[in-house]
T-cell receptor, first 115, second 110 residues
Framework: GAVVSQHPSWVICKSGTSVKIECRSLDFQATTMFWYRQFPKQSLMLMATSNEGSKATYEQGVEKDKFLINHASLTLSTLTVTSAHPEDSSFYIC???????????FGPGTRLTVL | KQEVTQIPAALSVPEGENLVLNCSFTDSAIYNLQWFRQDPGKGLTSLLLIQSSQREQTSGRLNASLDKSSGRSTLYIAASQPGDSATYLCAVNGNNRLAFGKGNQVVVIP
């Protein structure tokens, strides 16, 4: 399957700071990247879909100015949580959209804890 | 909006028993259904993918069935092992969007 990496794997930050999460596709080119969030004991919820070279599409209820997504290349997408608050503490996972392939693969996730 | 439900939410079985995990979804207009495994604090590992035209898929001790008309899928794990302890997630793909259940948390007791 596709190999996806995320960095960092975990991060602890103070309230009000910004945190950037990187998602890299290591063995393929991803024109689309899905970003998910998972709270404890909950299902994964799609936050936004990014497309290389264009603006991301955000799901209802997700603030685009708070969760900045950049998909500048076919192998790298970043999610920046701006002015983080404790309620943003969650597990963030990326998943590349592979053209012509139905199976979905996921990164190892980033655990964000905001104090 | 697609709603995905997984039952039971949690279960414990002795080693060697077969596992049966259920997934139901409300909208039968799907492209495919995928089962994942998630270990604590980790990402998702793809187990099986069933296309909407298929009835089942098998990989080793794992077998997944799909009844699209009734909105159900079942994941069978034969002869469970302690290493099978994890959370199993069902994801339904409709219009290139995945809808996830909350998972079946499985503990296999040695």
């Amino acid at each position: 399957g596709a190999v996806v990496s995320q960095h960092p794997s975990w991060v602890i930050c103070k309230s009000g700071t910004s945190v950037k999460i990187e998602c890299r596709s290591l063995d393929f080119q991803a024109t689309t990247m899905f970003w998910y969030r998972q709270f404890p004991k909950q299902s994964l919820m799609l936050m936004a879909t990014s497309n290389e070279g264009s603006k991301a599409t955000y799901e209802q209820g997700v603030e685009k100015d708070k969760f900045l997504i950049n998909h500048a290349s076919l192998t790298l997408s970043t999610l920046t949580v701006t002015s983080a608050h404790p309620e943003d503490s969650s597990f963030y996972i990326c998943s590349p959209g592979l053209a012509g392939i139905n199976e979905q693969f996921f990164g190892p996730g980033t655990r964000l804890t905001v104090l | 909006k697609q709603e995905v439900t997984q039952i039971p939410a949690a279960l414990s079985v002795p080693e060697g028993e077969n596992l049966v995990l259920n997934c139901s979804f409300t909208d039968s207009a799907i492209y495919n259904l995928q089962w994942f495994r998630q270990d604590p604090g980790k990402g998702l590992t793809s187990l099986l993918l069933i296309q909407s035209s298929q009835r089942e898929q098998t990989s080793g001790r794992l077998n997944a069935s799909l009844d699209k008309s009734s909105g159900r899928s079942t994941l069978y794990i034969a002869a469970s092992q302690p290493g099978d302890s994890a959370t199993y997630l069902c994801a339904v793909n409709g219009n290139n969007r995945l809808a996830f259940g909350k998972g079946n948390q499985v503990v296999v007791i040695p």
